[in-house]
């Protein structure tokens, strides 16, 4: 079974601090890694997606790829309380096609 | 340049009945796949369609079926409903030539409730 693991949070941190993101994989041969925000009671919105190890940064937002390490990361600065949402991690696997396995995501939450 | 688009947006139902969900994907997009979100969940894929052919499939049962238009627009129908079958349905679409650089975008879901 292959898997995408998340802490459940959720994560406080204080609003303009660094909230950092943290998701792990099972599946070796995963080719591209997205990052998904989720308000409550709305669909999964993308973020960012990676496909080559180190850092992709866009904006306050920065992944992380470590393949050998089977993990991704999402770095959020100066975090505004609108970010506070459900940050979903998912993986397309070894397949190449298209689908997502995701993890149950991380809740985020940054108080003003 | 429109987004996933996606309908009915909220439906209630009774067990047993049938239920069709509709898709059209971002301009561009020629594959379709299917989500089903429950509460507290993460998206779970339940099949995609490219060339009008089911491609792959996770690990949901016959009830639920699929078809993919020459338009590439897509419908997703769920037969015999249960009430765990309640759930938000999302619809994702990408270009399958992208490769390694594609982008997944989801529609707004379908919001069920079995009763």
């Known amino acids: 079974q292959k898997e995408v693991e998340q802490n459940s949070g959720p994560l406080s941190v204080p609003e303009g601090a660094i909230a950092s993101l943290n998701c792990t994989y099972s599946?070796?041969?995963?080719?591209?890694f997205f990052w998904y925000r989720q308000y409550s009671g709305k669909s999964p919105e993308l973020i960012m997606f990676?496909?080559?190890?180190g850092d992709k940064e866009d904006g306050r937002f920065t992944a992380q790829l470590n393949k050998a390490s089977q993990y991704v990361s999402l770095l959020i600065r100066d975090s505004q309380p609108s970010d506070s949402a459900t940050y979903l991690c998912?993986?397309?696997?070894?397949?190449?096609?298209?689908?997502?396995?995701f993890g149950k995501g991380t809740m985020l939450l940054v108080s003003p | 340049d429109a987004g996933v688009t996606q309908s009915p947006t909220h439906l209630i139902k009774t067990r047993g009945q049938q239920v069709t969900l509709r898709c059209s994907p971002k301009?561009?997009?020629?594959?379709v796949s299917w989500y089903q979100q429950a509460l507290g969940q993460g998206p779970q894929f339940i099949f995609q369609?490219?060339?009008?052919?089911?491609?792959q499939r996770g690990n949901f049962p016959d009830r639920f079926s699929g078809h993919q238009f020459p338009n590439y627009s897509s419908e997703l129908n769920v037969n015999a409903l249960l009430l765990g079958d309640s759930a938000l349905y999302l619809c994702?679409?990408?270009?399958?030539?992208?490769?390694?650089?594609?982008?997944?975008?989801f529609g707004e879901g379908s919001w069920l409730t079995v009763v």
């Open positions: 369609y490219y060339e009008e052919e089911e491609r």
């Open positions: 998912a993986v397309i696997g070894s397949s190449g096609y298209s689908t997502l396995t």
């Open positions: 301009s561009g997009h020629d594959t």
């Open positions: 599946d070796r041969g995963s080719q591209s």
């Open positions: 994702a679409s990408s270009w399958e030539r992208a490769g390694s650089g594609n982008t997944i975008y």
């Open positions: 990676i496909y080559s190890n």
